[in-house]
């Protein structure tokens, strides 16, 4: 088996990562041991299985958390002298529950297995060091099961729904990571890897959200071989209120998606236990500084927490070093929402602000990136510019969300002769008219 980020809690207990490959007859069971297959990438490649692994043991307080890929492919993991140690990090019980996770197909949660009917054939082995485990799938990029994402406790816990959530969440990470290596393992087309990865690090289609109207549209940048680093997402927070975050990674190619898969899954998972848009984006930039890569990059975002009303909407929002959002009120009027803050994982205290707004019937929010107002004419290679923007939006009447978002990715393509070198993301939430 390789391990992929045994990562202990950075609480009180001590944080060691270790990553190799357990020899076949090293425990079992024997089908989670398979050599390395040549060209996969090296121990390199590990760091992002390891971030997800602390992540995961940092939001739900666990003591240790782990990453497992199993199989001929894809592996990360190298065999090193390192690798008795990583067996000892997880115990005969542990082994035989990553196990039933890939062979099932299926997310295991068990809150005492001392009390678990199913755990009867494991207590042999010994469950002294796990009492509360869960475990979800993590997949390749055909969809079969080729690993497991698991977190343990010590003692009895229930495991809550939002903790089941965020473990989803983070396996879907860690299969975006497993579909990485692959497509670059096969030496796909520069062209079609950047579509794909693109499109696995924007959300195939947005969530209805209830008395709201929510669109997205993207513009790739450049000659669509390079993957760019702009994202958005919209997902269900805590409390009854929703996420809606747009951001833009420095650079290009496989350094920044994995920088955008990083910042998308970190605020996702940061939104389910916090509402308060500086606090997730704070989070987000501690995660880009303790994220262990020789090619650290900083990004821009911009954080809306939106809780439908009777009235309309309530939405309370943070800008870190992003353009700020833009407010169209129901007669036209159109202003900037929000305080201008810092760029994340540059600083270890950025400065954030949290600003509120209430909108009504016929009220649009609009974020976007700079892909939009930098766009350059394709006559005088005049941009974009804001005040463009705002007179374009100001004279949309009461358009939906979609033909909003519509109204923008048309306009800049025109004026661009839809020849742009970045990338353009504009997503709106409208709030309808009765």
Not at 26 to 49: I, N, Q, S
Not at 194 to 222: D, F
Not at 421 to 434: C, E, F, G, N
Request: net charge negative; charged share 20%; aromatic share 4%.
């Amino acid at each position: 088996m390789a391990v992929l980020g045994n990562a202990p809690n950075p609480g009180p207990a001590r944080v060691r990562t270790l990553t190799g490959l357990v020899p076949a007859d090293a425990l079992e069971p024997p089908e989670l041991a398979a050599p390395r297959p040549a060209g996969l990438p090296d121990a390199r490649a590990e760091v992002p299985f390891d971030h997800v692994a602390r992540l995961a043991a940092m939001v739900l307080g666990t003591p240790s958390a782990s990453v497992t890929v199993a199989g001929e492919r894809p592996s990360a993991a190298r065999i090193s002298g390192d690798a008795l140690d990583v067996a000892d990090q997880l115990s005969p019980v542990e082994h035989w529950l990553c196990q039933y996770v890939i062979d099932s197909a299926a997310e295991l949660v068990i809150d005492d297995i001392r009390l678990d009917p199913r755990a009867v054939a494991w207590r042999p082995a010994g469950t002294a060091r796990v009492i509360a485990w869960a475990g979800f799938p993590v997949r390749g990029p055909d969809g079969h099961v080729v690993g497991a994402l698991c977190v343990a406790d010590h003692v009895p816990r229930h495991w809550a729904a939002g903790d089941v959530e965020v473990l989803g969440t983070l396996s879907h990470i860690a299969s975006g990571e497993v579909a990485l290596q692959v497509a670059l393992h096969d030496g796909a087309e520069r062209a079609a890897l950047a579509r794909t990865l693109q499109e696995s690090l924007l959300p195939p289609r947005l969530p209805g959200i209830p008395g709201l109207q929510v669109a997205a549209r993207h513009v790739a940048g450049g000659r669509g071989t390079e993957v760019l680093g702009d994202f958005y997402d919209v997902f269900p927070s805590v409390r009854g209120n929703w996420g809606i975050v747009v951001g833009d990674v420095c650079g290009k190619g496989v350094p920044a998606a994995k920088s955008t898969a990083l910042a998308r899954y970190t605020v996702r998972a940061e939104a389910h236990r916090e509402i308060r848009p500086r606090l997730i984006l704070a989070a987000l930039n501690q995660a880009l500084l303790e994220w262990l890569t020789d090619d650290p990059r900083f990004l821009t975002a911009i954080y809306a927490t939106v809780r439908p009303t009777l009235a309309g909407a309530s939405v309370q929002i943070s800008s870190a070093g992003h353009p700020l959002a833009l407010v169209r009120r129901a007669d036209g009027r159109v202003q900037a929402f929000g305080r201008p803050g810092t760029l994340l994982g540059i600083f270890p205290d950025p400065e954030l602000h949290d600003s509120r707004k209430l909108l009504r019937a016929g009220d649009s929010l609009i974020l976007f990136t700079d892909g939009v107002t930098e766009a350059r004419s394709r006559i005088d290679r005049d941009l974009y510019g804001d005040e463009r923007l705002r007179d374009l939006i100001a004279g949309l009447g009461d358009m939906s969300a979609a033909r909003t978002a519509d109204a923008v990715q048309q306009s800049v393509l025109a004026y661009s002769g839809a020849d742009i070198s970045d990338d353009a993301v504009a997503l709106v939430l409208k709030v309808p008219r009765q």
